[in-house]
């Protein structure tokens, strides 16, 4: 057994032991989730409109309640919610798994999520664009009726194009008619290209060229120069010029033309290297979320919000 797959095994084997130990012999426990009962329109003199609730709530609540009257049913332990957090927990180790190596946790963890993801995104587009602005369209009275009473809409008939062209891209599905779906994935690929071209060109290109079209004599709001600001825009400007020699490849870069080449590549350079660490801080910050988590709602170690007995 190599060396790496020895530590990784003893590793978890710690790891099982601890969660054990957590589990079974803490006096606090570990990954619990309770809920408080809350009563929506308690004012209503019809009960059955009388809904109720169930909110989180912290664990030093849950004991408060129940050392106050233990027959208490206001506070009560979430079995749903508890293994969610235990399901969440599993699957970011699992997924962490693959810092040794590709495993058949972390491939069930990727294909979960995959397959859930898929799953949410073609209800909520089902819910939010087939319905409301297609057979809403088509069928107002109809989608009235079962899936979104009061909507407001009127028969447009020309929405009848993309039923057809929807139908068309189901198509793919046929081996014998897979054919048919070019047409309409043609159309979706022309328009989007279009559409995104035009945004790009608004959002993008020419706000950059407006954004650098400044004056180097920068003023305060009294009227008085702005050093500081000045010199940003004479470095903005000079940054811009140098970067815009760089990839002007008509002329060799040499004399004049070649050092304000490299000047370009030093900004370009400072430009990457900061869009990369802004990259790998918002990482960071989504594994420190994860640990938190781990630490926190699952394992207890960690109280920040005061939220446990422990922290009182």
């Given at each position: 057994m190599?060396?790496?797959?020895?530590?990784?095994?003893?590793?978890?084997?710690?790891?099982?032991?601890?969660?054990?130990g957590?589990?079974?012999?803490?006096?606090?426990?570990m990954?619990?989730?309770?809920?408080q009962?809350?009563?929506?329109n308690?004012?209503?003199?019809?009960?059955?409109?009388?809904?109720?609730?169930?909110?989180?709530?912290?664990?030093?609540e849950?004991?408060?309640a129940m050392d106050?009257?233990?027959n208490?049913?206001?506070?009560?332990?979430?079995i749903s919610r508890?293994?969610g957090?235990?399901v969440?927990?599993?699957?970011?180790?699992?997924?962490?798994s693959?810092l040794?190596?590709?495993?058949?946790f972390?491939?069930?963890?990727?294909s979960?999520v995959v397959?859930?993801?898929?799953g949410?995104?073609?209800?909520?587009g089902?819910?939010?664009?087939?319905?409301p602005n297609?057979?809403?369209k088509?069928?107002?009275?109809?989608?009235?009726s079962?899936a979104m009473?009061?909507l407001?809409?009127?028969?447009?008939l020309?929405?009848?194009?993309p039923l057809?062209?929807?139908?068309?891209?189901l198509m793919r599905l046929?081996?014998?008619?897979a054919?048919?779906s070019?047409?309409?994935?043609?159309?979706i690929?022309?328009?989007?290209a279009g559409?995104r071209?035009?945004?790009?060109?608004?959002?993008?290109?020419?706000?950059?060229?407006?954004n650098?079209i400044?004056?180097?004599?920068a003023?305060d709001?009294?009227g008085?120069f702005?050093f500081?600001?000045?010199?940003?825009?004479l470095?903005?400007?000079i940054?811009?010029?140098?970067?815009?020699?760089?990839f002007?490849f008509?002329?060799?870069?040499k004399g004049?033309?070649g050092?304000?080449a490299?000047?370009?590549?030093?900004?370009?350079?400072?430009t990457?290297g900061a869009?990369?660490?802004y990259?790998?801080?918002?990482r960071?910050?989504l594994l420190?979320i994860?640990?938190?988590?781990?630490m926190?709602d699952w394992?207890w170690?960690i109280?920040p919000a005061?939220?446990?007995?422990?922290?009182?």
């Amino acid at each position: 057994m190599k060396r790496e797959t020895v530590i990784w095994v003893i590793l978890l084997v710690i790891g099982g032991l601890f969660l054990m130990g957590r589990l079974f012999f803490s006096d606090q426990g570990m990954g619990k989730v309770y809920v408080q009962a809350v009563e929506i329109n308690p004012d209503d003199p019809v009960p059955e409109h009388r809904w109720i609730r169930y909110e989180n709530a912290d664990p030093k609540e849950y004991k408060q309640a129940m050392d106050e009257n233990p027959n208490q049913t206001e506070f009560q332990l979430s079995i749903s919610r508890t293994i969610g957090i235990w399901v969440a927990a599993f699957f970011t180790l699992f997924v962490l798994s693959f810092l040794y190596r590709d495993n058949p946790f972390y491939k069930i963890a990727e294909s979960v999520v995959v397959g859930v993801s898929a799953g949410y995104w073609m209800v909520v587009g089902f819910w939010t664009t087939i319905i409301p602005n297609l057979l809403g369209k088509l069928f107002p009275v109809w989608i009235n009726s079962w899936a979104m009473p009061g909507l407001e809409a009127s028969r447009e008939l020309m929405y009848i194009f993309p039923l057809i062209l929807g139908i068309m891209l189901l198509m793919r599905l046929s081996p014998k008619g897979a054919w048919i779906s070019r047409w309409p994935l043609a159309f979706i690929i022309g328009t989007t290209a279009g559409i995104r071209l035009i945004g790009f060109l608004h959002a993008d290109f020419l706000t950059q060229i407006r954004n650098t079209i400044i004056t180097i004599w920068a003023t305060d709001p009294s009227g008085a120069f702005d050093f500081w600001g000045s010199l940003r825009s004479l470095v903005l400007i000079i940054g811009v010029l140098a970067a815009i020699v760089y990839f002007f490849f008509s002329i060799e870069h040499k004399g004049i033309v070649g050092k304000t080449a490299k000047l370009g590549i030093w900004f370009l350079m400072i430009t990457f290297g900061a869009a990369f660490g802004y990259t790998v801080m918002g990482r960071i910050a989504l594994l420190a979320i994860r640990m938190e988590f781990l630490m926190d709602d699952w394992l207890w170690l960690i109280d920040p919000a005061l939220k446990r007995t422990f922290g009182m």
